[in-house]
């Protein structure tokens, strides 16, 4: 039997990377997905493969509101919602921006790596309640040491952290929240638009890629779909019914190895 047989489910960031990823591993383990996108041109391929669609972005609280009434009500329920979304700033060093670019892309980048989770629990957690459910946030190496990211990156995944811990303590005993932290990912994500980041893509620049190589003691860099089965158990309620205010290091021993 399928691991989330009859699942209701939302993936934020679904459009691509580890999100696209994690919608896809979901449906073939049983689940319904509501799938997030922020751009209209990511739909058709997510409702071809069964997802039901949802355009906006994630750091106004109206977008994880439809999604969780998409969920509910198309699926009559909703287990699990991954707050998978985010961008990353390229390693901007701080002496690199004016004050008015630190401002907004401050902004920006909380808004969607945590504002964006904290929406989600207030717009699910009455769903999640009535199913015993979960939330699930992606967060990164850079949530636990200095150097995946810039300033701003590793802030907000700091700060991610620790709203995982606080929803974790607040949602309990009723509903679990955790989340998975993969590092060096050859993914798309991108970066703020305030930092003229918006269009760029990580995984765009290969010698970027191959840079990190040498620092992983697994020896690659890792592809979305090494991390998923991380999500799949953290949204099983039974597989997983211990496990709350956790962040699963997914990064190839990148950490230990600093």
Known sequence: MARLEG??????GAGSGIGRAVVRRFLAEGANVVAVVRKQSDRAGLETEGATVVVGDVSDYDTAERAVAAAVDKFGRLDAYVSNAGLWDF??????????ELQRAFDEIFAVNVRATLYAGRAALTALRETSGTLIATGSNASFLAGGGGALYTASKFALRGLVMQLAKEFAPNVRVNAVAPGATDTGISGPAALGQREREMNAD???????????????????????????LLASRTESAYITGSMLLSDGGLTMSV
């Open 7 to 12: 699942y209701g489910t939302v993936v934020t």
């Open 91 to 100: 390693h901007k060093r701080v002496e690199k921006q004016s004050p008015d």
């Open 206 to 232: 290969r010698e970027r890629i191959a840079a990190m190589t040498p620092h992983m003691p697994l020896g690659r860099v890792s592809v979305p779909e090494d991390h998923v089965s991380l999500y799949v």
